[in-house]
Protein backbone atom coordinates (compact mmCIF):
# COMPACT_ATOMS: atom_id res chain seq x y z
CA UNK A 1 0.00 0.00 0.00
CA UNK A 2 1.52 3.80 -0.76
CA UNK A 3 1.13 5.93 1.94
CA UNK A 4 -2.29 7.95 1.37
CA UNK A 5 -2.48 11.20 -0.84
CA UNK A 6 -5.05 13.32 -0.83
CA UNK A 7 -4.65 15.59 -3.88
CA UNK A 8 -2.03 14.38 -6.77
CA UNK A 9 0.78 16.92 -6.93
CA UNK A 10 0.77 18.75 -10.68
CA UNK A 11 4.40 18.87 -11.92
CA UNK A 12 5.04 23.01 -12.90
CA UNK A 13 5.12 23.27 -16.59
CA UNK A 14 8.67 24.23 -17.05
CA UNK A 15 9.74 20.91 -16.30
CA UNK A 16 11.32 19.13 -19.26
CA UNK A 17 8.78 16.89 -21.45
CA UNK A 18 10.85 14.76 -23.68
CA UNK A 19 14.21 12.73 -23.23
CA UNK A 20 15.65 15.46 -25.52
CA UNK A 21 14.88 18.20 -23.23
CA UNK A 22 15.92 16.49 -20.42
CA UNK A 23 19.37 15.92 -21.69
CA UNK A 24 19.66 19.76 -22.59
CA UNK A 25 18.74 20.36 -18.95
CA UNK A 26 21.73 19.02 -17.36
CA UNK A 27 20.20 16.54 -15.91
CA UNK A 28 21.77 13.11 -14.40
CA UNK A 29 20.41 10.32 -13.53
CA UNK A 30 21.25 9.04 -10.02
CA UNK A 31 20.14 6.12 -7.91
CA UNK A 32 17.53 6.06 -4.97
CA UNK A 33 20.66 6.09 -2.10
CA UNK A 34 23.05 8.59 -4.18
CA UNK A 35 19.47 11.13 -3.99
CA UNK A 36 18.79 10.20 -0.67
CA UNK A 37 22.64 10.84 0.06
CA UNK A 38 23.02 14.72 -2.13
CA UNK A 39 19.92 15.76 -0.46
CA UNK A 40 20.57 14.68 3.71
CA UNK A 41 24.42 16.07 2.33
CA UNK A 42 22.59 19.27 2.17
CA UNK A 43 20.43 19.93 4.66
CA UNK A 44 23.08 18.99 6.99
CA UNK A 45 25.20 21.54 5.50
CA UNK A 46 22.64 24.09 5.75
CA UNK A 47 22.25 23.38 9.26
CA UNK A 48 18.55 23.21 9.97
CA UNK A 49 16.08 20.60 11.04
CA UNK A 50 16.10 17.00 8.47
CA UNK A 51 13.39 15.60 9.75
CA UNK A 52 9.92 17.39 10.70
CA UNK A 53 7.88 16.12 13.77
CA UNK A 54 10.25 13.37 15.03
CA UNK A 55 10.62 14.57 18.88
CA UNK A 56 12.90 12.98 21.56
CA UNK A 57 15.67 11.67 18.91
CA UNK A 58 18.28 14.44 17.81
CA UNK A 59 21.34 12.80 19.68
CA UNK A 60 20.63 9.27 19.74
CA UNK A 61 18.32 7.96 16.49
CA UNK A 62 18.79 10.09 14.33
CA UNK A 63 22.20 10.46 13.66
CA UNK A 64 22.37 6.65 13.08
CA UNK A 65 20.01 6.96 10.39
CA UNK A 66 21.83 9.39 8.95
CA UNK A 67 24.97 7.26 8.92
CA UNK A 68 23.27 4.50 7.74
CA UNK A 69 21.62 6.58 4.52
CA UNK A 70 25.11 8.50 3.78
CA UNK A 71 26.72 4.41 4.05
CA UNK A 72 23.59 3.77 1.22
CA UNK A 73 22.57 0.83 3.88
CA UNK A 74 18.77 -0.34 3.86
CA UNK A 75 18.13 -0.46 7.74
CA UNK A 76 16.04 -1.87 10.07
CA UNK A 77 14.45 -0.06 12.97
CA UNK A 78 14.03 -1.99 16.49
CA UNK A 79 12.16 -0.84 19.00
CA UNK A 80 8.63 -1.05 21.27
CA UNK A 81 5.57 0.08 20.15
CA UNK A 82 4.35 3.92 19.79
CA UNK A 83 8.04 4.55 19.77
CA UNK A 84 7.91 6.76 15.86
CA UNK A 85 9.25 4.16 13.73
CA UNK A 86 6.43 3.99 11.28
CA UNK A 87 6.57 8.40 11.20
CA UNK A 88 10.14 7.85 11.04
CA UNK A 89 10.27 6.06 8.02
CA UNK A 90 8.08 7.83 6.29
CA UNK A 91 9.56 11.03 7.46
CA UNK A 92 12.56 9.59 4.96
CA UNK A 93 10.38 10.40 2.01
CA UNK A 94 11.80 14.51 2.22
CA UNK A 95 15.17 13.54 1.55
CA UNK A 96 14.08 12.49 -1.92
CA UNK A 97 14.04 14.99 -5.35
CA UNK A 98 10.60 16.66 -5.35
CA UNK A 99 10.23 15.69 -8.78
CA UNK A 100 12.09 12.85 -10.73
CA UNK A 101 11.57 11.52 -14.74
CA UNK A 102 10.00 8.56 -15.22
CA UNK A 103 8.99 7.27 -18.07
CA UNK A 104 5.35 7.54 -19.50
CA UNK A 105 2.93 4.25 -18.99
CA UNK A 106 5.86 2.70 -16.55
CA UNK A 107 4.48 0.24 -13.61
CA UNK A 108 7.94 0.24 -12.20
CA UNK A 109 8.36 3.88 -12.34
CA UNK A 110 11.70 3.83 -14.85
CA UNK A 111 13.71 6.60 -15.35
CA UNK A 112 14.27 7.81 -19.19
CA UNK A 113 17.97 7.44 -19.00
CA UNK A 114 17.65 3.68 -16.94
CA UNK A 115 14.92 1.93 -18.27
CA UNK A 116 15.13 -1.34 -16.82
CA UNK A 117 12.17 -3.86 -18.74
CA UNK A 118 12.93 -4.87 -21.94
CA UNK A 119 9.46 -3.25 -23.33
CA UNK A 120 10.85 0.30 -21.93
CA UNK A 121 14.45 -0.16 -23.33
CA UNK A 122 12.88 -0.86 -26.68
CA UNK A 123 10.54 2.14 -26.18
CA UNK A 124 13.73 4.36 -25.46
CA UNK A 125 15.45 3.22 -28.24
CA UNK A 126 12.67 3.60 -30.70
CA UNK A 127 11.48 7.18 -29.95
CA UNK A 128 14.96 8.71 -28.81
CA UNK A 129 15.10 11.88 -27.43
CA UNK A 130 11.54 11.66 -28.44
CA UNK A 131 10.30 10.13 -25.54
CA UNK A 132 7.53 11.60 -23.49
CA UNK A 133 8.61 12.07 -20.06
CA UNK A 134 6.45 12.41 -17.18
CA UNK A 135 7.17 13.80 -13.90
CA UNK A 136 6.39 11.96 -10.37
CA UNK A 137 6.40 13.37 -6.51
CA UNK A 138 8.02 12.36 -4.10
CA UNK A 139 4.93 11.83 -2.34
CA UNK A 140 4.70 8.80 -5.02
CA UNK A 141 7.63 7.21 -4.55
CA UNK A 142 6.63 5.67 -0.99
CA UNK A 143 5.54 2.22 -0.61
CA UNK A 144 4.06 0.62 3.01
CA UNK A 145 3.22 -2.73 4.12
CA UNK A 146 2.46 -3.97 7.12
CA UNK A 147 3.20 -7.46 7.12
CA UNK A 148 0.62 -10.15 8.42
CA UNK A 149 0.71 -13.84 8.51
CA UNK A 150 -1.24 -13.78 5.43
CA UNK A 151 0.96 -12.03 3.05
CA UNK A 152 1.88 -13.47 -0.04
CA UNK A 153 4.86 -13.96 -2.41
CA UNK A 154 2.61 -12.40 -5.01
CA UNK A 155 1.52 -9.37 -2.74
CA UNK A 156 5.20 -8.45 -1.95
CA UNK A 157 7.03 -8.96 -5.59
CA UNK A 158 4.66 -10.18 -8.01
CA UNK A 159 2.80 -13.41 -9.96
CA UNK A 160 2.16 -14.76 -13.44
CA UNK A 161 -0.74 -13.05 -14.98
CA UNK A 162 -2.49 -15.34 -16.72
CA UNK A 163 -4.56 -12.81 -18.78
CA UNK A 164 -1.34 -11.63 -20.53
CA UNK A 165 -0.68 -15.78 -21.11
CA UNK A 166 -3.73 -16.38 -22.39
CA UNK A 167 -2.89 -13.38 -24.89
CA UNK A 168 0.01 -15.31 -26.42
CA UNK A 169 2.79 -14.16 -24.25
CA UNK A 170 5.32 -16.65 -23.04
CA UNK A 171 5.71 -17.46 -19.46
CA UNK A 172 9.75 -15.76 -19.42
CA UNK A 173 8.32 -12.55 -21.15
CA UNK A 174 8.17 -10.23 -17.96
CA UNK A 175 4.84 -8.65 -19.68
CA UNK A 176 3.43 -11.55 -18.15
CA UNK A 177 4.09 -10.61 -14.68
CA UNK A 178 2.00 -8.64 -12.63
CA UNK A 179 4.09 -6.77 -10.24
CA UNK A 180 3.23 -6.76 -6.74
CA UNK A 181 4.07 -3.64 -4.03
CA UNK A 182 7.99 -3.95 -3.85
CA UNK A 183 9.01 -3.71 -7.56
CA UNK A 184 6.18 -1.13 -8.09
CA UNK A 185 8.23 0.96 -5.07
CA UNK A 186 11.19 1.12 -7.70
CA UNK A 187 12.96 4.58 -7.40
CA UNK A 188 11.48 5.14 -3.98
CA UNK A 189 11.48 4.30 -0.99
CA UNK A 190 9.77 0.65 0.47
CA UNK A 191 8.59 0.24 3.77
CA UNK A 192 7.99 -3.20 5.72
CA UNK A 193 6.20 -2.89 8.96
CA UNK A 194 6.53 -5.43 11.75
CA UNK A 195 8.91 -7.27 9.78
CA UNK A 196 9.11 -10.43 11.86
CA UNK A 197 5.28 -11.28 11.29
CA UNK A 198 6.31 -12.22 7.62
CA UNK A 199 6.50 -16.19 7.85
CA UNK A 200 9.67 -17.22 6.97
CA UNK A 201 9.58 -18.56 3.57
CA UNK A 202 8.18 -15.02 2.62
CA UNK A 203 10.87 -13.45 4.38
CA UNK A 204 13.36 -15.39 2.14
CA UNK A 205 11.43 -13.63 -1.19
CA UNK A 206 13.40 -10.59 -0.03
CA UNK A 207 16.86 -11.95 0.20
CA UNK A 208 17.49 -10.68 -3.63
CA UNK A 209 15.99 -7.72 -3.40
CA UNK A 210 18.29 -6.60 -0.55
CA UNK A 211 21.42 -8.33 -2.42
CA UNK A 212 21.44 -8.33 -5.38
CA UNK A 213 18.64 -6.05 -6.61
CA UNK A 214 16.53 -8.34 -8.70
CA UNK A 215 13.32 -9.96 -8.12
CA UNK A 216 12.27 -13.80 -9.36
CA UNK A 217 8.86 -14.73 -10.19
CA UNK A 218 7.97 -18.55 -10.36
CA UNK A 219 11.26 -19.32 -10.90
CA UNK A 220 11.95 -17.46 -13.80
CA UNK A 221 14.78 -14.61 -13.77
CA UNK A 222 13.57 -11.82 -14.75
CA UNK A 223 16.72 -10.06 -13.94
CA UNK A 224 14.89 -6.73 -13.58
CA UNK A 225 17.21 -4.13 -11.36
CA UNK A 226 15.27 -2.51 -8.67
CA UNK A 227 16.65 0.61 -7.86
CA UNK A 228 14.82 1.63 -3.81
CA UNK A 229 15.93 2.34 -0.44
CA UNK A 230 14.09 -0.78 1.86
CA UNK A 231 13.29 0.13 5.27
CA UNK A 232 11.77 -2.50 7.88
CA UNK A 233 10.28 -2.25 11.32
CA UNK A 234 9.98 -4.49 13.98
CA UNK A 235 8.94 -4.73 17.67
CA UNK A 236 12.48 -6.40 19.42
CA UNK A 237 9.96 -8.63 21.72
CA UNK A 238 8.53 -10.51 18.04
CA UNK A 239 12.03 -10.35 17.07
CA UNK A 240 13.39 -12.46 19.31
CA UNK A 241 10.41 -14.95 20.41
CA UNK A 242 6.84 -14.85 18.66
CA UNK A 243 8.49 -14.29 15.30
CA UNK A 244 11.96 -13.63 14.13
CA UNK A 245 14.11 -12.29 10.97
CA UNK A 246 15.90 -15.23 9.30
CA UNK A 247 19.41 -14.83 9.74
CA UNK A 248 19.93 -14.31 6.28
CA UNK A 249 17.78 -11.08 6.07
CA UNK A 250 19.14 -9.82 8.89
CA UNK A 251 22.67 -10.53 7.20
CA UNK A 252 21.69 -8.39 4.29
CA UNK A 253 20.45 -5.20 6.33
CA UNK A 254 23.22 -2.85 6.55
CA UNK A 255 21.66 -1.04 9.64
CA UNK A 256 19.99 -2.32 12.58
CA UNK A 257 18.53 1.11 14.65
CA UNK A 258 17.64 0.57 18.15
CA UNK A 259 14.05 3.08 18.95
CA UNK A 260 13.41 4.28 22.41
CA UNK A 261 10.70 6.16 24.34
CA UNK A 262 11.47 9.82 25.02
CA UNK A 263 14.53 10.36 27.55
CA UNK A 264 13.23 13.02 29.43
CA UNK A 265 10.22 14.51 30.50
CA UNK A 266 10.41 17.98 28.35
CA UNK A 267 10.88 15.22 25.36
CA UNK A 268 7.68 13.65 26.74
CA UNK A 269 5.72 17.23 26.78
CA UNK A 270 6.88 18.03 23.55
CA UNK A 271 5.60 14.81 22.12
CA UNK A 272 1.89 15.53 23.59
CA UNK A 273 1.92 18.92 22.30
CA UNK A 274 2.43 18.37 18.81
CA UNK A 275 0.47 15.13 18.72
CA UNK A 276 -2.55 15.49 21.05
CA UNK A 277 -5.76 16.69 19.28
CA UNK A 278 -7.23 19.03 21.77
CA UNK A 279 -11.42 19.98 22.37
CA UNK A 280 -10.23 22.02 25.35
CA UNK A 281 -7.56 24.21 26.77
CA UNK A 282 -5.67 21.83 29.22
CA UNK A 283 -3.00 23.33 31.07
CA UNK A 284 0.88 23.28 31.34
CA UNK A 285 0.62 21.70 34.78
CA UNK A 286 -2.11 19.10 33.55
CA UNK A 287 0.08 18.16 30.83
CA UNK A 288 3.12 17.57 33.13
CA UNK A 289 0.63 15.23 35.74
CA UNK A 290 0.14 13.08 31.71
CA UNK A 291 3.24 13.16 31.30
CA UNK A 292 4.64 11.99 34.77
CA UNK A 293 1.73 9.16 34.32
CA UNK A 294 2.82 8.03 31.65
CA UNK A 295 6.42 7.78 32.31
CA UNK A 296 5.51 6.00 35.53
CA UNK A 297 3.21 3.38 34.44
CA UNK A 298 6.55 2.75 31.32
CA UNK A 299 8.66 2.18 34.47
CA UNK A 300 6.28 0.31 36.87
CA UNK A 301 7.41 -2.98 37.59
CA UNK A 302 3.44 -4.24 37.69
CA UNK A 303 3.59 -3.69 34.13
CA UNK A 304 5.09 -5.60 31.39
CA UNK A 305 8.50 -3.98 30.46
CA UNK A 306 8.62 -5.98 27.12
CA UNK A 307 5.53 -4.92 25.84
CA UNK A 308 6.47 -1.29 26.26
CA UNK A 309 3.71 1.72 27.00
CA UNK A 310 3.34 3.36 23.66
CA UNK A 311 3.51 7.56 23.40
CA UNK A 312 -0.12 7.13 22.50
CA UNK A 313 -1.18 6.47 26.02
CA UNK A 314 0.03 9.90 27.27
CA UNK A 315 -1.41 11.34 23.35
CA UNK A 316 -4.37 10.38 24.28
CA UNK A 317 -4.97 11.19 28.01
CA UNK A 318 -4.44 14.46 27.28
CA UNK A 319 -7.29 14.20 24.96
CA UNK A 320 -9.67 12.62 27.59
CA UNK A 321 -9.13 15.24 30.01
CA UNK A 322 -9.93 17.81 27.49
CA UNK A 323 -12.54 15.61 25.85
CA UNK A 324 -14.02 15.36 30.04
CA UNK A 325 -13.75 19.30 30.32
CA UNK A 326 -15.86 19.51 27.01
CA UNK A 327 -18.33 17.13 28.67
CA UNK A 328 -18.90 19.23 31.76
CA UNK A 329 -19.57 22.65 30.15
CA UNK A 330 -21.90 21.19 28.04
CA UNK A 331 -23.97 19.61 30.69
CA UNK A 332 -23.77 22.49 32.96
CA UNK A 333 -24.81 24.58 30.10
CA UNK A 334 -27.94 21.91 29.41
CA UNK A 335 -28.70 21.76 33.23
CA UNK A 336 -30.89 25.05 34.42
CA UNK A 337 -29.96 26.33 37.78
CA UNK A 338 -31.91 26.37 40.95
CA UNK A 339 -35.00 28.90 40.07
CA UNK A 340 -33.64 30.91 43.60
CA UNK A 341 -30.14 31.50 42.40
CA UNK A 342 -29.07 33.14 39.50
CA UNK A 343 -27.66 31.44 36.55
CA UNK A 344 -24.08 30.59 37.26
CA UNK A 345 -21.40 31.01 34.32
CA UNK A 346 -19.83 27.30 32.82
CA UNK A 347 -16.24 27.18 32.48
CA UNK A 348 -16.02 28.24 29.14
CA UNK A 349 -18.19 31.37 29.55
CA UNK A 350 -15.87 35.05 30.07
CA UNK A 351 -15.92 36.45 33.14
CA UNK A 352 -15.53 40.45 33.97
CA UNK A 353 -13.15 39.93 36.27
CA UNK A 354 -11.11 36.88 34.92
CA UNK A 355 -10.50 37.30 31.92
CA UNK A 356 -7.93 35.99 29.06
CA UNK A 357 -5.14 33.56 29.40
CA UNK A 358 -3.32 31.32 27.41
CA UNK A 359 -4.61 28.46 25.75
CA UNK A 360 -2.60 24.74 24.98
CA UNK A 361 -5.29 23.55 22.06
CA UNK A 362 -4.56 22.97 18.60
CA UNK A 363 -7.78 23.18 16.24
CA UNK A 364 -10.65 24.38 18.69
CA UNK A 365 -13.08 26.94 17.12
CA UNK A 366 -13.38 29.25 20.19
CA UNK A 367 -16.28 31.55 19.33
CA UNK A 368 -16.85 34.46 21.36
CA UNK A 369 -16.03 32.55 24.40
CA UNK A 370 -13.23 31.05 26.41
CA UNK A 371 -12.55 27.40 25.84
CA UNK A 372 -13.52 24.68 28.49
CA UNK A 373 -10.36 24.43 30.67
CA UNK A 374 -9.39 20.79 32.12
CA UNK A 375 -8.25 20.25 35.66
CA UNK A 376 -6.42 17.87 37.10
CA UNK A 377 -9.76 15.75 38.54
CA UNK A 378 -10.76 15.38 35.05
CA UNK A 379 -7.49 12.68 34.37
CA UNK A 380 -8.84 10.57 37.19
CA UNK A 381 -11.13 8.96 34.19
CA UNK A 382 -7.92 8.05 32.20
CA UNK A 383 -7.23 4.75 34.47
CA UNK A 384 -10.36 3.41 33.02
CA UNK A 385 -10.15 4.41 29.85
CA UNK A 386 -6.63 3.77 28.94
CA UNK A 387 -6.04 0.44 30.93
CA UNK A 388 -6.39 -1.35 27.72
CA UNK A 389 -3.26 0.53 26.12
CA UNK A 390 -0.66 -1.43 29.36
CA UNK A 391 0.29 -4.70 29.24
CA UNK A 392 0.17 -6.11 32.72
CA UNK A 393 2.17 -8.41 34.53
CA UNK A 394 -0.09 -11.75 35.27
CA UNK A 395 0.70 -11.00 38.97
CA UNK A 396 -1.55 -7.73 38.60
CA UNK A 397 -5.04 -9.46 36.92
CA UNK A 398 -7.76 -7.34 38.25
CA UNK A 399 -5.42 -4.76 39.93
CA UNK A 400 -5.01 -2.80 36.61
CA UNK A 401 -7.47 0.15 37.84
CA UNK A 402 -5.92 0.17 40.99
CA UNK A 403 -2.16 0.19 39.96
CA UNK A 404 -3.07 3.14 37.45
CA UNK A 405 -4.95 5.53 39.98
CA UNK A 406 -1.30 4.48 42.22
CA UNK A 407 0.57 5.75 39.76
CA UNK A 408 -1.35 8.58 38.78
CA UNK A 409 -1.43 10.13 42.14
CA UNK A 410 2.50 9.70 42.42
CA UNK A 411 2.57 11.55 39.31
CA UNK A 412 0.64 14.54 40.46
CA UNK A 413 2.28 14.40 43.73
CA UNK A 414 5.20 14.95 41.68
CA UNK A 415 4.02 17.69 39.77
CA UNK A 416 2.58 19.31 43.03
CA UNK A 417 6.29 19.62 44.66
CA UNK A 418 8.44 20.28 41.37
CA UNK A 419 5.91 23.33 40.42
CA UNK A 420 4.96 24.91 44.11
CA UNK A 421 7.87 23.56 45.93
CA UNK A 422 8.57 26.63 48.27
CA UNK A 423 5.23 28.10 48.20
CA UNK A 424 3.32 29.46 51.11
CA UNK A 425 0.02 28.01 50.74
CA UNK A 426 -1.04 28.37 54.07
CA UNK A 427 -4.08 30.22 52.33
CA UNK A 428 -5.61 26.92 50.80
CA UNK A 429 -4.66 25.27 54.47
CA UNK A 430 -7.02 28.23 55.76
CA UNK A 431 -9.86 27.62 53.65
CA UNK A 432 -10.92 24.33 55.41
CA UNK A 433 -10.62 25.26 59.10
CA UNK A 434 -13.33 25.27 61.57
CA UNK A 435 -14.64 21.94 59.67
CA UNK A 436 -15.31 23.70 56.63
CA UNK A 437 -15.32 21.59 53.50
CA UNK A 438 -14.50 22.46 49.75
CA UNK A 439 -16.51 20.81 46.78
CA UNK A 440 -14.80 20.25 43.49
CA UNK A 441 -15.43 17.45 41.01
CA UNK A 442 -16.79 16.37 37.90
CA UNK A 443 -19.31 18.43 37.11
CA UNK A 444 -18.33 21.21 39.39
CA UNK A 445 -18.38 24.78 37.68
CA UNK A 446 -15.60 27.02 37.81
CA UNK A 447 -18.08 29.92 38.92
CA UNK A 448 -19.07 26.82 41.51
CA UNK A 449 -15.58 26.27 42.38
CA UNK A 450 -13.93 29.43 42.87
CA UNK A 451 -17.09 30.94 44.71
CA UNK A 452 -16.65 28.28 47.38
CA UNK A 453 -13.03 29.69 47.81
CA UNK A 454 -13.30 33.54 47.26
CA UNK A 455 -10.38 35.27 47.64
CA UNK A 456 -6.89 33.06 48.49
CA UNK A 457 -3.66 34.86 49.56
CA UNK A 458 -1.11 33.39 48.06
CA UNK A 459 -3.34 32.61 44.85
CA UNK A 460 -1.38 34.94 42.42
CA UNK A 461 2.07 33.26 42.93
CA UNK A 462 0.96 30.28 42.29
CA UNK A 463 -0.93 31.12 38.91
CA UNK A 464 2.72 32.61 38.05
CA UNK A 465 4.31 29.19 39.19
CA UNK A 466 2.14 27.56 36.86
CA UNK A 467 2.58 29.76 34.12
CA UNK A 468 -1.16 30.76 33.93
CA UNK A 469 -0.68 34.44 34.59
CA UNK A 470 -2.41 37.38 36.28
CA UNK A 471 -5.32 37.76 34.22
CA UNK A 472 -6.49 34.26 33.93
CA UNK A 473 -9.88 32.88 32.61
CA UNK A 474 -12.67 31.36 35.24
CA UNK A 475 -11.64 27.68 34.40
CA UNK A 476 -7.73 28.38 34.07
CA UNK A 477 -8.38 29.73 37.79
CA UNK A 478 -10.57 26.81 39.08
CA UNK A 479 -7.72 24.53 37.26
CA UNK A 480 -5.28 26.03 39.63
CA UNK A 481 -7.28 25.68 42.92
CA UNK A 482 -8.24 22.28 42.32
CA UNK A 483 -4.50 21.62 41.22
CA UNK A 484 -3.62 22.99 45.09
CA UNK A 485 -6.54 21.10 46.97
CA UNK A 486 -5.37 17.56 45.45
CA UNK A 487 -1.53 18.37 46.48
CA UNK A 488 -2.38 19.37 49.20
CA UNK A 489 -3.96 15.81 49.82
CA UNK A 490 -1.48 14.20 48.88
CA UNK A 491 1.38 15.85 50.82
CA UNK A 492 -0.73 15.11 53.69
CA UNK A 493 -1.87 18.38 54.57
CA UNK A 494 -5.60 18.08 53.48
CA UNK A 495 -8.08 15.43 53.85
CA UNK A 496 -10.65 14.52 50.89
CA UNK A 497 -13.36 11.98 50.25
CA UNK A 498 -15.31 11.37 47.22
CA UNK A 499 -19.57 11.71 47.95
CA UNK A 500 -22.41 9.31 47.18
CA UNK A 501 -22.86 12.08 44.36
CA UNK A 502 -19.43 11.65 42.79
CA UNK A 503 -18.21 15.24 44.61
CA UNK A 504 -14.82 15.39 45.69
CA UNK A 505 -14.40 17.13 49.23
CA UNK A 506 -11.40 18.63 50.62
CA UNK A 507 -11.06 19.15 54.32
CA UNK A 508 -9.25 19.15 57.58
CA UNK A 509 -7.58 16.18 57.98
CA UNK A 510 -9.18 14.08 60.85
Known amino acids: MTAPTPVTPVPPADLPGTLGALRAAGHRYRTVKQ ?14 PRFAGIV ?15 AGHDMVLLGERGQGKTRLIRSLVTLLDEWTPVIVGSVLNEHPMHPVTPASRAL ?39 VRLAQGR ?28 LAERIQVALL ?19 DMLLVASANPEDYTNR ?26 LALIRQEADLVAEVPEHVLEVLARFARAVRDSPSVDQRSGVSARFAIAAAETVAAAALRRDSLLAATPPPSSAPAAPSDAEPSAV ?35 KVEFESGEEGREIEVLGHLLRTATAETFRARLAGLDLSGFTALVADGRTIETG ?35 AAAAVEFVLEGLHLSRRLGKDVTDSGRTRYGNRD
Open 442 to 476: ELVSAAELLGQVGTVPGLAKVLARLGIGDAPSPGQ
Open 56 to 70: GYDDTVLPEVERALL
Open 354 to 388: LEGGPSNTRGVNKGPFLTPVARVGDAVSVTSTLRG
Open 243 to 268: GRIITPLKDRFGAEIRTHYPTELELE
Open 208 to 226: NVLEERDIQVRGYQLRLPL
Open 170 to 197: TLGDPETIHFGLVPRSNRGIFAVNELPD
Open 124 to 162: VAEAGDDLPVGWLHRSLRYGEKLATPDTSVGDLIGDVDP
Open 35 to 48: ELRDNLLTKLRAGG
